[in-house]
């Protein structure tokens, strides 16, 4: 007698109410074996960062149609259990990262060449943020076309790939502009030394640009010592401002990632000629800051700058992170890996979200170790 295969099996995952504050629990989740095009995952690890505490604050976040919860998670490190018909590529053991983004029903024109970065309806669905179930589950099924596939070596770091192509988009976004000087950057200013400001500080640095790093921790904080062991200089602008702390230093190019809007302004005067500076960090609160706006149009209209928004990333991203963490193994060997400061299991996912100012990712272990 054949072997009947259940068809739909449960899994242990975090739930959560969109729109309800603290609604995280421990619930059960199905998945299905894959069908065409499909492949089923196991979740090895999943980064936590501020999307996840605002969906988990009730600010954020929407449920797949017809459900009334989110599987929250969206940075993860998955691994090939099983391949459906159709697929080729992937093989079970492989190390995959699922692409967050979706493009959107209408298929614009961005959705539908690949860039559903740049969506022009809104209406993407984002895994684990709106529309459909993300990681923060041990297994899911997903469409193979929207998975990126890793190398066996990266276990350790791969959780970064997706933190890493916002990085990518934001940096290449910046270069493309650039090339209208003909000049390649010199000298960065990377503000916020998060997952985000120290991947760029990486990233930048692995390009051979001079990089200084800012942020709010004292000089001998595990931020500023990667900062440093990536060879960028660091700027703690709780004691030296970065007005006082760059007199007569101006950059090409500026990365905005602390998500505090003051400094975006401020950062903005440090700003050279023909530099650009780029914004990755979503901005919360409604600061209020007095700006000598006529030298600010004056200088950047006389210095041909740039500001320019960066969010979300597409395949192409997802490529460039996965190859760069893989230039890093021998660049800057072991420094992607300190990136990642704590470590829960999935039945403490709310623990994974509070801050410890000196903590850089936290991560929750899905699979254990
Ligand atoms: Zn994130
Ligand atoms: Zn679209």
């Given amino acids: 007698m054949a072997k009947v295969e259940p068809k739909e099996q449960r899994c242990r995952a975090i739930q959560v109410t969109p729109g309800k504050a603290h609604s995280a629990r421990l619930g059960e989740e199905p998945y299905a074996k894959p ?6 995952l196991k979740v ?4 936590i960062c501020g999307t996840d ?7 954020y976040g929407e449920a797949p149609p017809g459900e009334d919860h ?4 969206h940075e993860s490190l998955c691994e090939v259990e099983d391949v459906g018909p159709g697929v080729v590529g992937f093989q079970p053991g492989d190390l995959v990262v699922p692409i967050v983004r979706r493009p959107c029903p209408e298929n614009c024109e961005p959705c539908s060449r690949g860039r559903w970065d740049m969506c022009l309806t809104g209406d993407y669905s984002e895994r684990g943020i709106a ?15 929207h998975c990126v596939l ?7 770091v791969g959780v970064l790939v997706e933190p890493l192509s916002i990085v990518e988009k934001a940096i290449e976004e910046t270069m493309l502009i650039q090339r209208r000087t003909g000049l390649a950057p010199r000298r960065a200013l990377v503000t916020g030394a998060g997952p985000i400001g120290l991947l760029a500080a990486l990233c930048l640095r692995g390009r051979g640009i001079a990089v200084d790093v800012l942020d709010q921790r004292p000089a001998g904080s595990p931020k500023a010592e990667i900062a440093r062991a990536a060879g960028a200089g660091y700027i703690d602008d709780s004691k030296t401002p970065l007005e006082q702390a ?12 602390s998500g505090y809007a003051p400094l975006v302004f401020r950062a903005l005067r440090r700003l050279g000629r023909n530099g650009a500076m780029v914004l990755t960090g979503v901005t919360a609160g409604h600061h209020k800051i007095e700006l000598d706006v006529d030298a600010l149009n004056q200088e950047m209209v006389l210095e041909n700058q740039v500001l320019v928004g960066s969010v979300n990333a597409a395949r192409q991203h997802y490529e460039a992170a996965v190859r760069d963490l893989k230039a890093w193994q021998e660049t800057f060997p072991g420094l992607a890996a300190r990136l990642i400061t704590a470590r829960h299991p999935l039945s403490s996912f709310e623990a994974a979200l509070t801050k410890d100012p000196d903590g850089i990712k936290s991560v929750v272990e899905v699979a254990g170790r």
Avoid: C, N, S, W
């Fill in 246 to 257: 760059t007199d007569g230093t101006f950059y090409d190019l500026v990365l905005e990632a």
């Fill in 150 to 156: 890793l190398p066996g070596d990266l276990r350790d």
């Fill in 35 to 40: 069908t065409q095009g499909e492949i089923g």
């Fill in 44 to 47: 090895l690890l999943v980064g």
């Fill in 53 to 59: 505490a605002e969906i988990e604050a009730g600010l």
């Fill in 131 to 145: 529309k459909l179930h993300g990681m923060l589950r041990e297994h899911l099924t997903d469409e193979a076309a």
């Fill in 70 to 73: 989110l599987v929250p998670g």
